[in-house]
């Protein structure tokens, strides 16, 4: 979300004529957009602005403004501790940057500019053309999050729940296909809780997929709670979209879950695994998890390690917990760290090996994929097949924004490489 947002900002500051730089030594204004997700954020947005200063120690400073998360929920420490930032802008003040950035040209006192304006946010948003030009791209359809799970800063730097508008995203999205997007992925820190005038997250889906030259669609993250019957279905009414669903879990025990406030259980988690699977058996799943949450016992673990190998997730996300200030787990009694990080090893040593064997079984295989860029080394090409997985190919075609048939060779943890065997840009798409 941050990068569509980086984007986007992007182009708003093109409207008072500052440009994109490469070069950071020649930067008269510099934008760092942050996440606050894990522990230290603030230290890394000092450690970042002490290594501007050292670049700009003989030279004129340039405007410096903190975005994000990090700016929403310590925008006060930041200005109060660093007095080489000058604004803080939170992630749903952004049309107020252009403003923002006049003001600092003029006086330079040091602003704060956090209020929650995420309708003003979007409508500024809709103004102006998104000239994002990337093969697969971003586009943000849903913000906020109304379920509070006791460890996530999401609702206090987010906001509420909004869904934006489907005309608008359906017009945005007209307007990344022209600029040569074949996959658009849609985003939401709840995406599946998109609901804009009873159009759901499937409606818009479908509308969508019936833009010409799109091939792929994906959407993330989904919560378990919101998954319902019309979005399940539309993985098999809509063959642009990808199979592969990031659903977290977070833990595989209901008693963590329940103290997480999740609102699910592993039961319906696992009902929500069987019934895509039924429509589609080519689905895979990925999934983040917590490991070491306040209150976990060693069953409670061994529950999440089943949850593991029952579902055999393609790739898992897991972190020891990081109690973050404000919410209402950060007080909690913590797990022994040691103890905590030894689950951990042990979590992601399993994860590592579901995820090797799952690759080894995709050699001599066929896939299809979607190739987004040319690589620095002479004729090799970067995609991602129908799971996201990454895939390099040797070509002397230009292969990008192209879609092939890929028989695997090898691969690792990271990236497969394969050769191509059949031409799938005639394939008919129709959702
Ligand atoms: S559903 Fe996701 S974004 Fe919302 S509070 Fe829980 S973890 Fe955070």
Redesign the pocket.
């Known amino acids: 979300m941050n990068e569509y947002d980086s984007n986007r900002i992007l182009d708003l500051i093109k409207k008072i004529k500052y440009e994109p730089t490469q070069n950071l030594n020649e930067a008269n204004c510099y934008i760092l957009n942050t996440c606050h997700i894990r522990e230290k954020a603030t230290d890394k947005v000092f450690h970042e602005i002490g290594r501007l200063k050292k670049k700009f120690r003989n030279k004129p400073k340039p405007i410096v403004l903190i975005a994000g998360c990090v700016a929403q929920a310590e925008g006060d420490i930041l200005l109060k501790r660093e007095k080489y930032i000058d604004a803080v802008i939170g992630p749903q003040s952004y049309h107020k940057i252009n403003d923002t950035i006049s003001k600092l040209e003029k006086q330079l006192s040091p602003i704060d500019v956090t209020e929650f304006d995420v309708i003003e946010k979007f409508d500024s948003f809709n103004t102006y053309k998104n000239t994002d030009n990337k093969i697969s791209s971003f586009l943000t359809i849903q913000e906020g999050?109304d379920?509070?799970?006791k460890f996530?800063v999401?609702?206090y730097t987010r906001g509420p729940e909004y869904s934006r508008s489907s005309t608008e995203l359906i017009m945005e999205a007209n307007q990344l296909v022209e600029n040569g997007a074949r996959e658009i992925i849609l985003l939401g820190?709840?995406v599946n809780a998109y609901n804009y005038k009873e159009n759901k997250l499937s409606d818009l889906i479908l509308e969508i997929s019936k833009i010409k030259n799109l091939k792929r669609i994906r959407y993330t993250?989904s919560?378990p709670k919101d998954f319902t019957e019309d979005l399940i279905e539309i993985h098999k009414n809509c063959k642009k979209l990808m199979p592969l669903i990031h659903l977290?879990v977070q833990s595989g025990s209901n008693k963590i879950l329940e103290a997480m406030n999740r609102k699910h259980t592993v039961e319906e988690y696992l009902k929500i695994c069987k019934k895509l699977l039924k429509i589609n058996p080519e689905i895979k799943f990925s999934s983040d998890f917590i490991v070491g949450y306040p209150g976990e016992t060693k069953d409670d673990f061994k529950n999440t390690i089943k949850l593991v190998n029952q579902i055999g997730f393609i790739n898992s996300f897991s972190f020891m917990f990081s109690a973050r200030p404000g919410t209402p787990a950060y007080d909690l009694v913590r797990v022994d760290e040691s103890e905590a990080k030894n689950r951990l090893i042990k979590f992601q040593s399993i994860a590592e090996d579901i995820k090797t064997s799952y690759r080894k079984s995709l050699i001599n295989k066929t896939v299809n994929v979607l190739f987004e860029n040319s690589m620095k080394k002479e004729n090799r090409y970067f995609g991602r097949d129908e799971h996201f997985n990454a895939v390099i190919v040797q070509s002397k075609q230009d292969l990008t924004g192209k879609i092939k048939n890929v028989k695997i060779i090898k691969g690792n943890q990271n990236t497969l490489y394969g050769e191509i065997t059949l031409n799938l840009d005639q394939t008919n798409y129709a959702a």
Do not use: E, S, W, Y
């Open positions: 999050c379920k509070f799970c996530c999401v609702p820190q709840n993250t919560h977290p």
